[in-house]
């Protein structure tokens, strides 16, 4: 039977961050992943000269954990526009609020922004708690109260029709929930990052980050096509057979973490409540471009409030020109829910040609991507699993931290940290940034 100091399950970005660091550190670490690449739910298709995405997302430099980790010059990091472009429909028809850069808290409560967008006082406000989040750093993020996204607004003094015409529509896309009841940190730790970083995508798609981590390891670590079927805190069943470990990370999203451990008999209490998203791709010949899409921005709309099923559209070939072929521009839109049906695509085309202001239906649908587990719910007052020690077996996702890429890094980290100190290793070089 193998034997190893620490196996891991699943070779997501919890995964691969926990396994780079026990094997920098000379830990002999396998990974098993029952897909056929590494990445979870950070892949990416290249089909007929696009880079498409599997599901719409961003990477924020900012993300002090990933920023710890990953190499930003080999990624080749493209940023979107900064600005937001917030559609409403008008008597007269349609308006659009042009922020200048939202994620400048300076912007939020100058002329910038128009009364539409609340009063001045109430942007103050805003800018001020954007301000506060943005100086936070590591375990202060955990020791704030925490409450939905709304209450903490409301609390703030951020007044309702800022929250309803500003950041609901925004972090609509980003909590993938529409009624801000996400938790506060979550929402502190995305308001921090857009303050001091510009979210970007990587020249070869957001699979060019998980591509890294895997890359850094020991040939031979990661095992693809491999799905862990049972495991014990001291091993794990594939279809190869029984292989033993001194430590067992399992790095999977909270519905297969909850099925592995209860058929384990370890008791659990994982949060298996999910949001889910379907990314809409279109294709844009140049030839015809609307005027809208003709200014090369690729500036995030999103409408004021629900008049249609879109919930934020980007032109993403203006921040990265390799996601699609000469001649083409890409376009990604989101709609909450796994509903692809073909009057849900209808509506979305319909929903596009109001948020452009422009006529859609020549638009190619080149793809979508209906994912049922996006993100793990977050739902405020959270309960943080500071380091991914649950018993006997040791935990790492983003649903251990917060639902994103700096999320799934740092649980990862944690995870590989209590693993040491089960081994009993001392690092020589305890690079530790408190996050
Ligand atoms: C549409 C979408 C948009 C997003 N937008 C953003 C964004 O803009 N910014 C941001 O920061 N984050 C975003 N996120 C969130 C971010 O992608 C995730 O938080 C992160 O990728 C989660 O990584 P993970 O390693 O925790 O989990 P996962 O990526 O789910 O990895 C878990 C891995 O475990 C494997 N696995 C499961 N069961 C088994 C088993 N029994 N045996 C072996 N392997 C198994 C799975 O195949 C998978 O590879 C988005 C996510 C989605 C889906």
Redesign the pocket.
């Known amino acids: 039977m193998t034997h190893h100091d620490v196996v891991v ?7 691969l961050a926990a396994a780079r660091e026990l094997a920098i550190h000379g830990v002999d670490v396998q990974v ?4 056929d690449a590494s ?4 892949r990416s298709d290249f089909v007929d000269g696009f880079t498409l995405d599997r ?6 430099p900012a ?1 002090p954990e990933a920023a710890r980790v990953l190499d930003h010059e080999a990624l080749n990091l493209h940023p979107l526009t900064r600005g937001m472009d917030i559609v409403r429909s008008t008597s007269t028809g349609r308006a659009v609020l042009r922020l200048a850069d939202p994620r400048s808290p300076g912007n939020w409560h100058t002329s910038a922004l128009s009364r539409a967008a609340g009063t001045i006082t109430g942007k103050a406000r805003f800018a001020a708690y954007a301000r506060t989040v943005a100086r936070l750093s590591g375990h202060q993020f955990d020791e704030r109260v925490d409450e939905p996204a709304q209450v903490a607004l409301a609390r703030a003094g951020v007044d309702a029709t800022m929250i309803d015409h500003v950041i609901r529509p925004f972090l609509t896309g980003v909590f993938l929930e529409p009624h801000l009841m996400t938790s506060r940190r979550f929402m502190d730790v995305v308001l921090a990052s857009f303050v001091k970083g510009t979210p970007s995508l990587p020249r070869a798609g957001m699979q060019a980050i998980p591509d890294q981590l895997h890359d850094a390891l020991p040939a031979g670590t990661v095992h693809l096509a ?3 079927h049972r495991l014990t805190p001291a091993s794990i069943e594939t279809d190869s057979g029984t292989i033993t470990a001194s430590v067992v990370i399992v ?3 909270a519905t ?1 973490a909850s099925a ?1 451990l209860e058929e384990a008999g370890l008791t659990t209490e994982l949060n298996t409540v999910t949001n889910s ?1 379907t ?1 809409w791709y279109h294709a844009v010949a140049t030839t015809s471009l609307p005027e809208p899409l003709a200014r090369g921005r690729s500036v995030i709309t999103v409408p004021d409030k629900r008049s249609g099923p879109v919930i934020n559209t980007v032109p993403l070939t203006y921040a990265v020109p390799s996601y699609s072929p000469d001649g083409q521009i890409l376009i990604s839109s989101s709609t909450l829910g796994v509903d692809d049906s073909t009057e849900v695509a209808q509506a979305v085309q319909g929903h596009l040609q109001f948020l452009y202001g422009a006529e859609t239906s020549g638009w190619e649908l080149v793809a979508h991507y209906p ?1 049922h587990d ?2 793990p719910s977050m739902r405020g007052p959270l309960t943080v699993a500071e380091s991914g020690e649950h018993g006997p077996v040791i935990l790492a ?2 649903h251990c931290a917060t ?6 890094m740092i ?1 990862g980290r944690h995870a590989a940290d209590a693993a040491f100190r089960r081994l009993g290793v001392v690092r020589p070089d305890d690079r530790r940034i408190a996050v």
């Open positions: 399950v699943g070779a997501g970005l919890a995964g098993f992943e029952a897909a990445g979870g739910r950070v599901g719409f997302q961003l990477y924020n993300y491999t799905p862990v790095a999977t999203d297969h592995l998203v990314t994912i996006a993100l996702g983003d639902a994103s890429i700096q999320g799934a649980s």
